[in-house]
């Protein structure tokens, strides 16, 4: 069975920049695994921030971005800000289903 | 703004059934997908069961199949989810879901709005 992968953790600084990926424990990911990308703050349900690879959702702000690095989905967060301090979730649109990633927990620090 | 509010959930021993409800106000609720899904205490986000617009069409998670109903009232803009024959395992926060499209595990989908959750616990 095919598994969503993420990096466990990831680190930023404020101001800084960082690249989070999505692949697949076999193969590519492609614009027809249509990625979609979900932020989850402590406590809270999650929130929509990119479907389609690179369509914002309603309301994101522009220092999220999604597209494709190497043979992953990516979301890069610019300019990170103290409340983008979260669980990140990216989705994948396999012949199983939507499958969900395991989450990457990014600290900003 | 879209709104989606659970409810249902609860305490209830192992075997036993509950069945979750979720009310969608402020878009037109047949004419988009739904889902159910759920985060266990500490942990990542399933996608347990997916239902069409019109009602017709369903999709389970390999972990749920069998146990679950997924099913909607359009005419009451009401999600619901019949959990049966519940195992420890079922423990968590189960999330009501407005999808971006219309059909069950459509191409160029994404869980769009997010209800808050509601909490189910299986334990003797």
């Known amino acids: 069975q095919t598994v969503v992968t993420q990096e466990p953790s990831l680190s930023v600084s404020p101001g800084g920049t960082v690249t989070l990926t999505c692949g697949l424990s076999s193969g590519s990911v492609s614009t027809s695994n249509y990625p979609s990308w979900y932020q989850q703050t402590p406590g809270q349900a999650p929130r929509t921030l990119i479907y389609?690879?690179?369509t914002r959702s309603s309301g994101v702000p522009d220092r999220f971005s999604g597209s494709f690095l190497g043979n992953k989905a990516a979301l890069t967060i610019t300019g990170a800000q103290a409340d983008d301090e979260s669980d990140y979730y990216c989705?994948?649109?396999?012949?199983?289903?939507?499958?969900f990633g395991g989450g990457t927990k990014l600290t900003v620090l | 703004e879209v709104q989606l509010v659970e409810s249902g959930g609860g305490l209830v021993q192992p075997g036993g059934s509950l069945r979750l409800s979720c009310v969608a106000s402020?878009?037109?609720?047949?004419?988009?997908?739904m889902s159910w899904v759920r985060q266990a205490p500490g942990k990542g986000l399933e996608c347990v069961s997916m239902?069409?617009?019109?009602?017709?069409?369903?999709h389970y998670a390999d972990s749920v199949k069998g146990r679950f109903t997924i099913s909607r009232d359009n005419s009451k803009n009401t999600l619901y989810l019949q959990m049966d024959t519940l195992r420890a395992e079922d423990t968590a926060r189960y999330y009501c879901?407005?999808?971006?499209?219309?059909?069950?595990?459509?191409?160029?989908?994404?869980?769009?709005?997010w209800g808050q959750g509601t909490m189910v616990s299986v334990s003797p």
């Open positions: 389609s690879s690179n």
């Open positions: 989705v994948l649109y396999l012949t199983s289903g939507m499958i």
């Open positions: 879901v407005k999808q971006l499209t219309m059909i069950v595990v459509a191409p160029g989908d994404a869980f769009d709005i």
């Open positions: 239902i069409s617009g019109t009602g017709r069409s369903t």
């Open positions: 402020r878009f037109t609720f047949s004419s988009y997908a």
